[in-house]
């Protein structure tokens, strides 16, 4: 094929429909016109293609994301990874509310940078929420369940606050990140607790010490407080093998119980007698307790002292 004859100057040419084409001056400026226009068209929106997409960082679009000089906010309430799309008939209204000259593209896509948090987030924050205020449970977070994707600020962690009346079983968390409310979820949380179990049948009236072990207790739907301190009690009913030991089964240990036979002291004045008596209930030091007078068999009520006798009258 024949060459095509170059001015000195113009050291170049293409090929078009299988012939020479010299790169004249006024070929390179086409061709980089045409070259221009295509790399605008693909780096900048345009009313021809029909939409335009803004990425922005605070929860407002200003007239400056969308190239105008203005520091203007257009569009506001917008949440961390929200996308929404803006039709034209609604940007030209709120820009002509505000004096401001813009010709909008049919839809402006409007996208809020944000991190989505995952389960493994949540459960982290609600385990540090019982840390904090619950701190004798340990948990267990069986299940979360949210509801729609959360967006967080990239800078911004997440913390969980309790709703519910109750603190376990199924739950509702709210979710906070840099001072606002993001989201509730759903959580499912198991607790345990070190308490006493019974390690054998506890009668009525029997004490917990030499029946008892200490044991990590599910207390999820436990009703009652664990018994903290089993220590001069008695249990109030029967409690089976394995159960754990609560508040309402301890009583105090009586220092003489029901029956039994104990000194008792008159005094009136300088007068002072003494006889036994049978205690009608149990005695506690320091306590007015029933005896019968086992001479009589007369009730009277006395106080029972830490010798062991009830007084009766004033020494």
């Known amino acids: ?17 299988n012939r020479i084409v010299p790169l ?3 070929v390179v400026a086409l061709v980089l ?45 917008i949440k961390y990874g929200e996308t929404r799309k803006i039709l034209r008939s609604e940007m030209d209204r709120i820009t002509a509310q505000k004096n401001i000259v813009y ?11 944000g991190y989505k948090v995952g389960e493994d987030e949540v ?3 609600v385990v540090a929420y019982y840390g904090e205020y619950f701190p004798s449970y340990n948990v267990s977070v069986e299940r979360i369940n949210i509801r729609q994707p959360i967006y ?4 911004y962690g997440v913390s969980a606050t309790l709703t519910s009346a109750s603190p376990l079983g199924n739950t509702v968390f709210q979710l906070q990140s840099g001072g606002e409310n993001v989201a509730k979820v759903n959580v499912y949380v198991r607790g345990y607790q070190e308490g006493y179990v019974s390690s054998m049948p506890i009668s009525r009236g029997e004490a917990f010490r030499g029946r008892v072990s200490r044991k990590s207790v599910d207390i999820t739907f436990l009703k009652g ?13 029967y409690i089976g093998k394995g159960k754990p030991i609560l508040e309402e089964h301890l009583t105090r240990a009586p220092s003489a119980k029901k029956g039994s036979v104990v000194p008792v002291k008159y005094s009136s004045g300088a007068i002072t007698v003494e006889s ?40």
């Open 225 to 237: 407080d664990l018994a903290t301190n089993i220590d001069k009690f008695v249990a109030t009913k």
């Open 276 to 315: 036994n008596g049978q205690l009608v209930e149990d005695a506690y030091i320091g306590e007015p307790v029933s005896v019968k007078n086992l001479d009589t068999n007369k009730t009277i009520t006395g106080i029972y002292d830490a010798s062991g006798t009830v007084l009766i009258g004033t020494p």
């Open 33 to 77: 016109l045409a070259f221009t226009v295509l790399m605008l068209a693909l780096l900048l929106p345009s009313t021809a293609r029909g939409a335009t997409v803004v990425y922005i960082s605070s929860d407002c679009l200003v007239a400056s994301d969308l190239g105008i000089v203005s520091d203007e906010p257009l569009v506001c309430g």
């Open 152 to 155: 967080i600020g990239n800078s």
């Open 103 to 113: 010709k909008s593209d049919n839809i402006i896509t409007v996208i809020r940078d």
């Open 123 to 125: 459960a982290r924050a």
């Open 1 to 17: 094929m024949e060459e095509a004859n170059l001015s000195p100057n113009i050291t170049a040419s293409i090929r078009s429909n």
């Open 24 to 26: 004249t001056p006024k």
